[in-house]
């Protein structure tokens, strides 16, 4: 069974190019715009949706049909267009090209794999069963929907201002694991759910305080 290497992908300001412009190749447009990567769009055609994207200038399109050249200085390419022998063709350049490359539908062809994710705020949980089974891996991210609410990612935006000023004025090292470890186990998530934010920023300065002295 392949098993597959779980990392993160910095895609910021980075050229990637989807083949395709369906439903499918939409959600794959979406989500690298949401890492901040550079977007081309290679198709005949595209959904009102990427069309809206091409008027705004979000991602770069050419209305053709793929050829080669369109992997031309990109990191990453995603084939997700409805022929399997245009799919393979383009894992098949990819790869010769050491670019990274998915495949819709087909994990073998794929030298990356994208896993289900929840996402809440900074906070990403990413479910995979190595291509085995994407149907699972939805319905587990479902579940995981239920327990990880958006109070997880308001708690982060807090610890990203937090985090520095900690590091910056208790110079020890243990009383910080203290502080950190305090303010996860507290009920300062609970708080923030019930949007008794003044709550929680009090709870806050409380643990801090308590634990830099």
């Not at 910021?12 to 979406?30: F, H, L, M, N």
């Not at 949706?49 to 050419?62: M, N």
């Not at 050249?69 to 050491?98: C, F, H, P, W, Y």
């Amino acid at each position: 069974m392949m098993r597959h290497y779980p990392v993160g992908l910095k895609l910021e300001g980075k050229k990637c190019v989807v083949i395709g412009g369906g439903r499918v190749a939409e959600r794959k447009v979406s989500s690298l715009l949401s890492c901040g990567a550079l977007v081309r769009v290679i198709s005949p055609a595209l959904t009102s949706r990427l069309s809206q994207l091409v008027k705004k200038g979000k991602i770069e399109y050419r209305k053709r049909n793929y050829q080669p050249r369109d992997l031309s200085g990109v990191l990453l390419a995603i084939a997700a267009t409805d022929d399997e022998k245009m799919n393979s063709r383009i894992s098949s350049q990819a790869g010769e090209r050491g670019i990274l490359v998915n495949v819709v539908d087909s994990p073998g062809e794929c030298t990356f794999i994208v896993p289900a994710s929840l996402k809440r705020g900074a906070l990403t949980i990413n479910i995979s069963t190595d291509g085995l089974s994407p149907a699972l891996s939805r319905n587990i991210r479902r579940q995981l929907e239920k327990n990880y609410g958006r109070e997880y990612g308001e708690f982060l935006r807090m610890m990203a201002g937090l985090r520095p000023k900690v590091l910056r004025e208790v110079k020890d090292s243990r009383k910080r694991k203290k502080i950190f470890r305090s303010l996860v186990e507290s009920d300062i998530l609970e708080l923030i759910r019930k949007g008794e934010r003044s709550e929680a920023r009090e709870r806050i300065e409380e643990i801090v305080t308590r634990f830099k002295k």
